[in-house]
């Protein structure tokens, strides 16, 4: 029998481990995420191919991959191409809450990916959005920098700026811990940013974490403006982009109040932006505005709100950035 190594990640706070039959180095964004000690779940990998794709109705599905129930837990299978194939590419056989399972690779499909299916998209992110979702975690489509040892985080779908302003951020000296998908976790009562290797089209990614300072979420203008938001909009955008267990019911209603203690934990914006110093400007108005805000409380009744908060035009920097070359995913 071919002896077993482990591969251990740790993202969001999270240690991760897969014992693998092949002696496999951590490559890519991955390597930086490399870790050890105690694991949040530790599943086994073999080399083989998975049995027969399941005939079931799934919980969840794309045409890639599909989550079904599963002897009391979960099978996921993944499939070479967007037809339900008689054998998977990769199996998973996992108990119900992620912790420990079987995941079996077929290494006649990927050779030479088998050993980073584990943990690559879409089944680590999968993995993922469910350790997260029981460890006080959220997943969400938003980048995020660090300034001065805080984060910020740009939310936004497709095409929304993300990549756009944090690359600008970057150029500006903040560090990028992620300019796609970002892990939130409250740590001590404070909510708190992680990078994640699943990067967006500007391929940045940082193993690092801080606390969060306030939420951004993204639009393209003519101009830019900031608006802060109530802690209703927030909560309401902030479940909107986030990726949510949808094979479980108290999982949905978890990532449904981890968005609102967000929305409570801190100040959120909308920022409409041209991808030019000025976004940069408007970022540093709100954060300057807000640094000595540590909790927010629910905004009042809209009777008793009084006029719609005022829209702050950016004031444009006096020195010039050039604007980013790539379009934002």
């Known amino acids: 029998m071919s002896r ?39 599943l086994t990998v073999l080399d083989e191919p998975g ?22 837990g979960l099978r996921y299978e993944a499939y070479a191409r967007p037809l339900f194939g008689p054998t998977p590419l990769l199996q ?6 992620w912790t420990r399972g079987l995941l079996r690779v077929d290494p006649t499909c990927c050779p030479t990916q088998a050993r980073l299916a584990p943990i690559a998209s879409p089944f680590g992110e999968l993995l993922l959005v469910a350790l997260l979702n029981r460890h006080q975690g959220l997943y969400v489509h938003a980048a995020c920098v660090t300034r001065n040892g805080a984060a910020l985080l740009f939310l936004g779908k497709s095409g929304a700026g993300k990549t756009t302003l ?6 500006d000296g903040a560090h990028v811990l992620s300019d796609d998908r ?11 940013a992680f990078g994640t290797p699943f990067h967006g089209t500007g391929r940045q990614w940082s193993a690092q974490s801080a606390p969060v300072r306030a939420l951004f979420f993204l639009d393209h203008a003519p101009a830019t403006e900031t608006q802060m938001l109530s802690v209703a909009e927030t909560a309401a955008r902030l479940a909107a982009l986030s990726f949510a267990p949808f094979w479980s019911r108290p999982g949905l209603d978890e990532v449904l109040r981890l968005c609102e203690r967000a ?3 801190v100040p959120a914006y909308s920022l409409r932006f041209r991808p030019d110093a000025s976004a940069l400007e408007a970022l540093d108005a709100a954060t300057q505005a807000q640094r000595h805000l540590d909790h927010r409380v629910p905004a009042p009744p809209a009777a008793a709100r009084g006029p719609a908060p005022r829209r702050t035009p950016a004031v444009a920097r006096t020195r010039r950035l050039d604007a980013p070359g790539d379009p934002e995913r």
Do not use: K, M
């Open 4 to 42: 077993r190594s482990l591969q251990v990640v740790r993202i969001g706070g999270l240690t991760l481990g897969f014992e693998n039959r092949c002696q496999a180095d951590l490559v890519g964004p991955f390597e930086a995420f490399g870790s050890h000690g105690r694991c949040a779940s530790r």
């Open 51 to 72: 049995q027969a794709a399941s005939s079931q109705r799934p919980l969840c599905e794309s045409g890639f991959w599909a989550l079904f129930e599963h002897e009391g």
């Open 92 to 97: 998973a056989d996992l108990n119900a809450d």
């Open 166 to 171: 944090s690359t600008l951020s970057a150029r």
């Open 182 to 192: 970002t892990a939130l976790r409250f740590q001590r009562g404070r909510l708190t």
């Open 263 to 265: 929305a409570c934990a």
